[in-house]
Structures are given as C-alpha cells and as structure tokens.
T-cell receptor
C-alpha cells in the first residue's frame, strides 16, 4: 500500500499571503489529522477530520482551517501568514477503530 | 501544549548498547504510543501500549507503562547506528485521534 503523501514538500511564502497544503491518506483510512512541528513548540495537534467532518480541533487561531473530501484526501489552509507559521506541517491518517497514526513526510513551510 | 516531558532530551551511546528513554504525562490516557522521526521527516509509529497494559515488546523495543506514576519508558536493545533519530511519546485520550506529543529525545548511536 502506498503511504501518506503530502504536497508540496517545500513552500516559501511571504507574510500576509495564504497557503494550501494537501494530504492523501493511506487507502482505506478515513481519519486524517494535521500537526504543526516547530523547534520551540514541538509537535502540536491542529485538527482531525473523519468522513468530511472536523471532529477535533487544537488550540490554533481561526487562520488555520481544513477540509476533507469524499475520497478522504484533506487540505489545510493558513490565511494571512505570519513569520511564526514557519514550521513542518505533518499529516497523519488512521483506520476508523485504531489509534496508530501513519504520518506523511511533511510540508516544510517557510514564511519570510 | 505538550502533554509531558521526555527524559533525557539527548542521549548518545555506542552501537550495541541499550538505550532507555522516559516519558511523563499529565492526564489520564487510553493509550501511549512511541514514534521515531529521522532528521525533520515524517514520524514512524513504533509501538502502542494501552492503559491496561504494563509492558509490551516489539522486536528490539520494550515499552513499559506505569499509569499510577503517569510515566512510560522505551528501551531499545542492541542499538544500531540506524537507530539514530528523535523519539517521541504521544498520548491518546478519549475516542479522538488527537495525539499529544512529548518534547522528544534525540538519540545518537555512534558506530
């Protein structure tokens, strides 16, 4: 089975712009979660989607949003980018009843 | 915010030695998981231990869980240079797929 894929792998944006990141989960996985990783804050949960519905949301401002499509692919959007949004954004998928999560390689976002 | 802390923050050992990492957490959990991350890449799931389990093995990995002390340890036996990575514990609570990660231990295995 193919693993979790994320596109793009690297992205450079300027402050004030917006960005959309994409995640394709493992085939058959219906749950997709997003995490932000920074040297200062570590790994932090952004949100989780299941069957196109957001089930959980972490403590991030409304500039961070996401969605999931009927084929379980997910996108996250960050509007009005700030320098502090520079991070590795990780997507993870899991089966409905399991807790193990399978991570993609991440998208490295740099905001200048 | 992070659930807890991992100890030590960095660990350097020789190939063939055992490596032990500890994780503490703050709230009640359903399960605790360990992940490995190589140099800023995606995380790889290593092992999951449920709250009603005390010990679990997988290959060269041994995980213990003490819910009364809210702590867990990961033991890697007979370490190899390829084990060099950051290791994170993550706790799962409730039915949500929300993981709360520790701060990680950077393991370096010297050949």
């Amino acid at each position: 089975k193919a693993g979790v894929t994320q596109t793009p792998r690297y992205l450079i944006k300027t402050r004030g712009q917006q960005v959309t990141l994409s995640c394709s989960p493992i085939s058959g996985h219906r749950s997709v979660s997003w995490y932000q990783q920074t040297p200062g804050q570590g790994l932090q949960f952004l949100f989780e989607y299941f069957s196109e519905t957001q089930r959980n949301k972490g403590n991030f401002p409304g500039r961070f949003s996401g969605r999931q499509f009927s084929n379980s692919r997910s996108e996250m959007n960050v509007s009005t980018l700030e320098l502090g949004d520079s991070a590795l954004y990780l997507c993870a998928s899991s089966l409905d009843n399991y807790y193990e999560q399978y991570f993609g390689p991440g998208t490295r976002l740099t905001v200048t | 915010s992070q659930q807890g802390e991992e100890d030590p923050q960095a660990l350097s050992i020789q190939e063939g030695e055992n490596a032990t990492m500890n994780c503490s957490y703050k709230t009640s959990i359903n399960n605790l998981q360990w992940y490995r991350q190589n140099s800023g890449r995606g995380l790889v799931h290593l092992i999951l231990i449920r709250s009603n389990e005390r010990e679990k093995h997988s290959g060269r990995l041994r995980v213990t869980l003490d819910t009364s002390k809210k702590s867990s340890s990961l033991l890697i036996t007979a370490s190899r240079a390829a084990d060099t990575a950051s290791y994170f514990c993550a706790t799962g609570s409730g039915s949500a797929r929300q993981l709360t990660f520790g701060s990680g231990t950077q393991l370096t295995v010297l050949p």
